[in-house]
């Protein structure tokens, strides 16, 4: 036995001088603790558009009242998104409801992610799409309002490409990333100190259109996290890139992923985003094994910031999207999805989603709303069952990221 531990020691010495110090951090990476598990959570106020006035009234009580359903499911988190076009748009009924979500939380005993989200960049560019303001497109021409916020569109690339070099600025020369930080910064002072707070993520799956942009979006990350940690100790989450097109010309690999972290790696976690089986096929098996490899090659925890099971057929221009009628969620599918996750020993999972506005996407309706009250549907159980099934009645106390 003693032979055997000194062996390891010796093997361990050696791959350190081979690798360097970030060797022996590669252990930690893998999760031993029970992970959080949790959903995404989509509010009223906080998803406010700038440019499109059309949102659902949320039901009476809707924060409260979905705690208490997250509670009673067994779940233990939300990742719960925020847009910094609605800040813009309505600082006070932002701020009013992200307060109300930590007290929510606070009461039933659920911690909270509050996640900078964006997709499709911003309202300006695409009337579906969300999440940068309008004072970061007023500035420059060359952002056309309407021209497209989605990865394949030119206008998107322009902006995203400007973003990554840092040129990106108001109408009064002030930088965007600055701005951003100074945006999250005023939320971790309204809810940090909640017990429910666990986090924080600095932006949703960001656009990677070269492969020059990998590192800068890993000094992008970098600047964030320095600007938090003089804000918060809580834990901070990166996120993964779109598109994740393994044969593209980004060249994503586990190398160039690992670009993206942050130079302070302490109480940070990877969000990615897994639709489907991780072996339901060769690339979701090679997709999900490319991030394996990134978490090993950084040594920071892997969190599921999104999971569900759907099917995606190409569109228009070639772009795959999801196909509604073709993807479903069962509980064979679900606990499949989680034995994964728990085999590869991940951070935490958030399932998609938790929104009282419903979706084509039969599964994204874990709730409706039935005369202003929020009722589940087939797919909160299938949640609520896969969880106890493959993780137990009580999701973990993982609540710090080790690096």
Do not use: C
């Amino acid at each position: 036995m003693i032979k055997t531990i000194i062996s390891r020691v010796v093997i361990i010495s050696i791959l350190s001088v081979i690798l360097g110090a970030s060797a022996l951090v590669v252990s930690n990476a893998q999760t031993t603790q029970e992970p959080i598990n949790g959903v995404v959570m989509k509010g009223a106020y906080v998803s406010v558009k700038e440019n499109n006035y059309d949102v659902p009234t949320p039901p009476p009580n809707y924060i409260n009242d979905s705690f208490k359903m997250i509670s009673e499911a067994g779940l233990d988190h939300v990742r719960f998104l925020v847009y910094w076009e609605a800040y813009e748009k309505n600082p006070e009924l932002f701020m009013k409801e992200i307060e109300s979500v930590a007290k929510a939380a606070d009461q039933w005993g659920v911690k909270v992610i509050y996640d900078n989200h964006q997709w499709h960049t911003s309202s300006w560019l695409e009337r579906k799409g969300t999440g940068f303001p309008t004072l970061l497109f007023l500035n420059n021409s060359k952002y056309t309002k309407g021209g497209g916020g989605n990865t394949p569109d030119p206008a998107a690339k322009l902006f995203w490409a400007d973003w990554w070099n840092r040129s990106v600025k108001d109408s009064q020369g002030r930088d965007g990333w600055t701005l951003m930080a100074d945006f999250l910064k005023k939320i971790v002072g309204v809810v940090d100190n909640h017990s429910s707070t666990l986090g924080y993520e600095i932006l949703s799956e960001p656009h990677v259109d070269k492969v020059s942009q990998w590192s800068q979006v890993g000094g992008f990350n970098s600047f964030i996290v320095g600007e938090l940690r003089n804000a918060t100790q809580k834990t901070i989450a990166y996120s993964m890139n779109v598109p994740v097109d393994l044969k593209g010309p980004i060249n994503l690999t586990p190398e160039n992923l690992a670009k993206m972290a942050p130079s302070n790696k302490e109480n940070v976690v990877f969000k990615i985003s897994v639709y489907g089986v991780p072996d339901r096929d060769a690339y979701q098996k090679e997709r999900f094994d490319t991030f394996l490899r990134t978490r090993d090659l950084t040594g920071i925890p892997l969190y599921i910031g999104e999971w569900n099971n759907v099917v995606r057929t190409p569109g228009e221009g070639g772009v795959f999207k999801i196909n509604p009628g073709a993807s479903q969620l069962t509980v064979d599918n679900a606990d499949k999805i989680l034995a994964a996750f728990k085999k590869a020993g991940v951070w935490g999972t958030a399932f998609w989603k938790w929104d009282y506005k419903s979706a084509d996407t039969a599964s994204f309706n874990l709730i409706t709303v039935n005369n202003g009250t929020l009722v589940p549907t087939q797919y909160y159980n299938v949640l609520k069952a896969s969880v106890a099934a493959i993780y137990g009645n009580s999701s973990g106390s993982n609540n710090t990221a080790v690096s």
